[in-house]
């Protein structure tokens, strides 16, 4: 009897993905008089404050801009193309958000506030030509534990070798492209805790040269217990320094041919993002969900993201976000379309990102449910 009512218990606070848990947090939600301090009061005070330093003059950029002596000093920059046209759409402030497939590049422990398992299936048109498939599995083996497959892939068409005795080319051609699969398990501890590990394998391939590595992602996620804001942290791409192997041969100036065998080890781009996301507007008609996220790369400055998606009876969603502290990208908009079909229910999402100079990045996502 103890076994099938925590079941149930769990089962009804994943009946809406986008509601709080049941228990204090609902509760604060049918009582107007329901005290919103303690932590939850804390934190929409910080949040209040960031917001409001930030567009003065000198505090440009919240922390000091010591992160911009560690520019280029991580490899396997695709694990930082972020993935999912919702979390794009909302200015990658999804950490806090998180609570689909998607969550699998963002937070882990997202997975297991999912009311359904789904397939996720994503493009990225980036810059120069190169294009980015990732593809996502979520199965929920019980009420409390929850299992997620992903895999990456980026690629380009072969470019035209080219060197300092012949730059208009060799008549060569070399490749480029990254391969990324990753194995995420999550568990719901209670109704306002979970957490999530991923462990990743990668290969980065640059003509004759590869790189290989195993990673690892950390996320939590947590109901304050105040209306539906919830507390979320994660870590991802852990993992020791790495080189490529193989070697490689080139003329030199002089004319003689240089093998090169050994090459410098860099860090993987290591990301630390905390995050606080809620529900501003919650019913039947309408959804308005905004989040708020810090930023720590080991290999650039701080910066904050801004993010927020409306939902109309949940059929249409709108998006937008802003990304501070980049040299080109800022603003990111996108839409969203629940598809009714017979045998199962669809998602699909657009999102568009400015680059500045360097153009705009289109994203397009489609998730099913079963």
Not at 159 to 183: A, I, S, Y
Not at 190 to 216: C, I, P
Not at 284 to 299: F, G, I, K, M
């Amino acid at each position: 009897m103890r076994v099938m009512k925590t079941i149930e218990t769990t089962a009804s606070a994943r009946g809406d993905e986008n509601s709080p848990p049941a228990g204090k947090g609902r509760a604060c939600r049918q009582r107007p008089t329901c005290n919103p301090g303690g932590p939850a009061g804390f934190w929409l005070a910080l949040l209040a404050l960031l917001l409001w330093l930030h567009p003065i003059p000198g505090f440009s950029q919240l922390f000091p801009d010591l992160g911009g002596q560690r520019t280029g000093t991580a490899s396997a920059q695709f694990l930082k193309i972020g993935v999912g046209a919702r979390a794009m759409g909302m200015g990658e402030a999804f950490v806090a958000v998180a609570n689909d497939a998607e969550a699998l590049y963002w937070n882990p422990a997202g997975i297991a506030r999912m009311a359904d398992n789904a397939v996720l299936f994503a493009h990225v048109q980036w810059l120069v030509d190169v294009q980015l498939e990732h593809a996502a599995l979520v199965y929920h083996l019980d009420p409390l534990n929850s299992l997620g497959v992903a895999v990456t892939y980026l690629h380009t068409d072969e470019m035209n070798e080219t060197t300092e005795l012949q730059p208009f080319g060799t008549g060569r051609k070399f490749g480029f492209g990254d391969f990324l699969v990753g194995l995420t398990y999550a568990r719901e501890m209670t109704n306002k805790f979970s957490f999530g590990l991923t462990v990743k394998w990668m290969q980065e391939t640059l003509a004759e040269l590869t790189t290989r590595a195993f990673l690892f992602d950390l996320g939590t996620y947590y109901y304050t217990g105040w209306r539906s804001f919830r507390f979320a942290v994660s870590v991802t791409n852990l993992g020791a320094n790495m080189s490529p192997g193989g070697s490689f041969r080139y003329q030199a100036l002089d004319g003689e041919f240089v093998e090169v065998r050994d090459f410098q080890d860099f860090a993987p781009p290591i990301m630390f993002r905390i995050g606080l996301g809620g529900e501003l507007v919650d019913t039947p008609e309408h959804r308005l969900t905004a989040s708020v996220q810090l930023n720590h790369p080991n290999d650039n400055v701080e910066n904050l993201n801004l993010g927020a998606e409306y939902w109309w009876h949940n059929t249409l969603a709108l998006r937008a976000g802003l990304t501070t502290a980049r040299a080109e990208q800022d603003v990111s908009a996108g839409f969203g379309l629940n598809l009714p079909l017979q045998i199962t229910r669809a998602r699909l999402d657009y999102a568009w990102t400015n680059f500045g100079r360097l153009g705009n990045v289109n994203r397009f996502s489609l998730q099913l449910l079963f």
